[in-house]
């Protein structure tokens, strides 16, 4: 009898979509939810430099983005209107708070800090980036706003891989 209903066709469309949903989660845990592991070497000077060079990064993206969303382009309109909105006010400000929160966690030494900053880049790449591709693809806006979103969604990645190993 159990034999029988492990070979019955899952097919409908709620174990399509709890398929579905398991993969995007295993997915988010692989790529986001980096818990950490102790360092093999004693020497932590090579993680401090890449944190501190991915933390540069993501200032620099983040300002980068900024300006873009401000500046009009040349009929009058802002990258706000295409979508600007979204990286922006999807969850209000997390751009901009993610930057400063990992500058104050490597300031103060704190771990908490650190946790929380992966918990943000985590959100920032569930919605708000996701949302801000749609949108620039759904206004027809310049191909390298998607490629430098892949890029930024890369930093983010490899940010909570290098302060998982750093906690």
């Known amino acids: 009898m159990f034999e029988i209903a492990i070979r019955k066709p899952r097919k409908q469309l709620k174990h399509i979509l709890a398929d579905l949903k398991a993969s995007i989660y295993g997915l988010f ?5 980096y818990h950490g592991e102790p360092p093999d070497r004693k020497d932590f000077n090579m993680l401090l430099l890449a944190f501190s060079i991915l933390l540069t990064l993501d200032f620099m993206m983040m300002i980068n983005f900024l300006v873009e969303i401000v500046s009009p382009t040349k009929n009058g309109e802002s990258s706000y209107t295409n979508w600007g909105w979204a990286f922006i ?7 901009i708070v993610a930057p400063l929160l990992g500058f104050f966690s490597a300031l103060w030494k704190d771990v908490n800090l650190m946790k929380e900053l992966s918990n943000i880049n985590a959100l920032m790449m569930v919605f708000n980036i996701p949302l801000s591709i749609l949108s620039c693809l759904s206004s027809q ?21 290098v302060s998982g190993k750093i906690r």
């Open 29 to 33: 845990l692989l790529a986001f939810k």
């Open 141 to 161: 806006a310049d191909p390298t706003f998607i490629l430098l979103f892949g890029f930024f969604m890369i930093v983010k990645m490899a940010m909570s891989i």
């Open 89 to 95: 006010f999807v969850y209000f400000g997390l751009p």
